[in-house]
């Protein structure tokens, strides 16, 4: 059964560094996701990707987040400068089509 | 803006008792889907259900059944003779379709044998 994968399950980075959390999606699947979800919180969504551009963003998603899609199977998430409060597991998520999405593993983002 | 609420934090039930988790949600589409999804202790988001507004005939899968009510706007999630590998975050979600997912706060479950 095609399924979402993201690689590191885990990283851990210094504060101030950058980071790059990568996704494959689903390969017929159109619409990309980053979530985040801080230990013991809510699922918050971060960005949407659709027809190579963002649809839609989050406040949490500001200056420091950008998302790619550099070779049409990739699906990355940078975080330029990490800072203490961004340590999170970091979802990713893709869609076919308007209904449910399906999600990968999780990166479980450490910052020290 | 849509707003799903999960009322319940927490909710501890003996092995092979039925258990049904809330959810209550907000919006002002007329189309809509609403969702239950499972995170295990490995931390992973499993999509269990998937409901559409414009139906609202409910389902037996299982041990899983939900109850669908647009008139109090609920999306209740059951399961029937819980087990201990049924313990996990449970989270409602919801989306029009064209925006992306809104979850709830989730509810623990805890399976006690």
């Known amino acids: 059964e095609p399924e979402v994968t993201q690689t590191p399950s885990h990283q851990v980075t210094q504060m101030g560094q950058e980071v790059i959390l990568r996704c494959v999606p689903i390969?017929?699947?159109?619409?990309f996701y980053w979530y985040r979800q801080i230990l013991g919180q809510k699922v918050e969504f971060l960005v949407s990707f659709y027809n190579n551009e963002i649809s839609e963003k989050s406040e949490i998603f500001d200056d420091q987040f950008s998302v790619e899609r550099p070779d049409g199977s990739n699906f990355t998430l940078k975080i330029r400068s990490t800072k203490l409060e961004d340590s999170a597991m970091y979802f990713c998520?893709?869609?076919?089509?308007?209904?449910?999405?399906?999600f990968g593993q999780g990166t479980r983002l450490t910052v020290v | 803006a849509q707003k799903v609420t999960q009322a319940q934090t927490e909710i501890s039930v003996v092995e092979k008792e039925d258990v049904t988790l809330d959810c209550v949600y907000e919006?002002?589409?007329?189309?809509?889907?609403l969702f239950w999804y499972k995170q295990p202790p490995s931390g992973e988001l499993v999509f269990l259900i998937r409901r559409n507004s414009f139906d609202e005939q409910n389902e037996i899968s299982g041990r899983y059944s939900w109850n669908f009510q647009k008139s109090t706007s609920s999306f209740n999630f059951t399961i029937t003779a819980s087990q201990v590998v049924d313990s996990a975050v449970y989270f409602c979600a919801l989306t029009s379709g064209n925006t992306p997912l809104v979850f709830g706060k989730g509810t623990r479950l805890s399976v006690i044998a």
């Open positions: 919006t002002r589409d007329t189309t809509y889907y």
């Open positions: 390969s017929n699947h159109l619409y």
């Open positions: 998520a893709s869609r076919r089509d308007l209904t449910e999405a399906f």
